[in-house]
């Protein structure tokens, strides 16, 4: 990383292993009467990094790419003129959009998220140096709720690696993004041959090892798991760092004609897969990621309430050969609210 990186990440220090379990159980009186809330907190018996831990003390972003132009003009952009393709996997009619040269990316989304949501400057961005693959998973966007209902990571994962295997993509780097970083340690462990190298973006290792929130966080994150909360209740939730972070993401993915979101039928089963993560120590593979030989670039960012850093740091330790970056100051959404440094490193990485 050259010195004059204006939103300069935090390399972290390699540990010598797992991260020991701190904390306490979160008490079930401070929060709203949630089954999802009382099921994580006595799964996991764990709250937010100590200082030890975590990245730097919270302070404003040094920079983010708010007034990213990258989008601005339709015809110029190639995420937004990319037509939508459909490949049919395993019965079920997958939208997907594919543009751009070079080594490619296939990108698996956090939860609430379409291909419209997905921010076209860190796509163009990526696009100048790698071929990008994007799509919409079982009920989500343009792809429609499949008969077998695919609720759990261990699904999500297999559809992805079958869609890698539909296209003919040769072991692609899998950018993970939170729920869609899940996906991605699933599929390097039970998919090796289909995956080239991972990124996975503000993500954990769930089960007993999932380093929870702290209780003020994990109270504003509710409308996460509640089953009627639409996706646009959602997405807002990741946006915790530059204050016009968020207006910035809707008017670049408002380019985009014809949007179309996530519909709660989707919604709901990307839920279920993320709450099963979380609490069941048996869907995770954190066991099998030290035998993995995948290069691999792990991406967090210091104030996300969501995915706390200590995850990241979690993921490195058990990586091994890892490279793990910490964005100072930003929010969960730090694809979003610095697209271009993000796309920057992580094309950087693929070289």
């Keep these: 990383m050259s010195a004059h990186h204006p939103l300069q990440p935090t390399p972290a220090t390699p540990g010598s292993g797992p991260m020991p379990h701190r904390g306490r159980p979160v008490s079930r009186r401070s929060a709203p009467a949630s089954a999802v809330v009382a099921a994580l907190a006595t799964s996991m018996l764990l709250v937010a990094p100590t200082a030890a831990d975590a990245a730097p003390t919270a302070r404003p972003p040094a920079h983010t790419d708010i ?199 989707g919604l709901n089963r990307q839920r279920a897969a993320m709450t099963d993560w979380l609490i069941n120590p048996t869907t995770n593979v954190i066991s099998s990621l030290p035998a993995l030989q995948l290069p691999t670039l792990i991406l967090g960012a210091e104030n996300d309430e969501q995915e706390p850093a200590a995850n990241s740091i979690v993921l490195h330790r058990y990586i091994n050969n890892s490279k793990l970056l910490i964005y100072p100051g930003l929010g969960h959404a730090f694809p979003f609210e610095a697209p271009e440094r993000v796309a920057e490193d992580i094309a950087r990485f693929t070289r």
Excluded: K
């Excluded at 990526?126 to 071929?131: E, G, K, Q, Y």
């Excluded at 039970?190 to 290792?205: E, F, I, N, Q, S």
């Excluded at 639409?230 to 530059?242: C, K, N, T, W």
């Design 67 to 265: 007034e990213s132009t990258t989008a601005d003009h339709f015809d110029r952009s190639p995420s937004l003129t990319a037509p939508t393709h459909v490949v049919t996997v395993a019965g079920l009619p997958i939208a997907y959009r594919s543009f751009g040269h070079g080594p490619t990316l296939l990108l698996t989304p956090c939860l609430g998220l379409s291909m419209d949501d997905w921010d076209p400057a860190l796509l163009d961005r990526l696009a100048m140096t790698n071929h990008v693959v994007i799509f919409d998973s079982d009920g989500v966007g343009r792809t429609p709720a499949g008969s077998s209902a695919i609720s759990t990571v261990p699904q999500l994962s297999d559809q992805a690696s079958a869609l890698i295997q539909a296209l003919h993509v040769d072991r692609p780097t899998v950018v993970g993004f939170s729920l869609g970083g899940f996906v991605a340690q699933r599929m390097a462990v039970d998919h090796p041959d289909d995956v080239g190298a991972l990124v996975l973006m503000g993500t954990g290792p769930g089960g007993t090892q999932q380093v929870l929130p702290d209780l003020p966080s994990l109270v504003r994150g509710l409308p996460a798991f509640d089953p009627l909360a639409p996706a646009d209740q959602v997405i807002p939730l990741y946006f915790s760092g530059h204050p016009d972070a968020l207006s910035a993401w809707r008017r670049r993915t408002g380019l985009r004609l014809n949007r179309i979101g996530t519909n709660l039928t």
